[in-house]
């Protein structure tokens, strides 16, 4: 497929990971002898192992040259809403304005595919990320290699 200014599209993957999107947090910090060693909060290095897992269960051959990555994150609603909201938030008439944003729920998704469904994240070259709300929450990918015309 050719999408003009000379890069096509070579070969596309998609899949629906069945998780409930976590945010990146802020990472913690501990001392040791050999200075400050930081690491993800419990819940992000759980959700980044869990999307790893079931990332290595689709036996991919990783993306190796530049890519384009299309994301959509579907969050839960929050309770107590009336049913004629939950249909326009079904219906993404109303979308998530809220926290958390839209940035930490792709890095911490991106950081748990990294060398798994692609090589290194400095092959995203493209990306397209959106958020919305969802009885089932869920996170759909789209990954398309591009290829660069001389």
Sequence with gaps: MNRGKGVMIIKSFEHTFEA??????????????????LYD???????????????????????????????????PNQKGISQKKL???ENKIIL?????????YIKSFLDGLNGILWVDDNLICE????KYYSKYPRIKIRIEELEHES
């Design 20 to 37: 409930y999107p976590i945010e990146q947090a802020r990472p913690r910090a501990v001392r040791t002898n050999k200075g400050v060693r």
């Design 127 to 130: 990306l397209h990320a959106a």
């Design 87 to 89: 249909d326009q938030r």
């Design 41 to 75: 909060p419990k819940k992000v290095s759980r959700f980044k192992e869990a999307i790893a897992y079931e990332a290595r269960l689709l036996r991919v051959e990783p993306f190796d040259s530049p890519i384009k990555v299309t994301i959509e994150f579907y969050r």
């Design 96 to 104: 998530p304005i809220v926290k958390p944003d839209l940035d930490n």
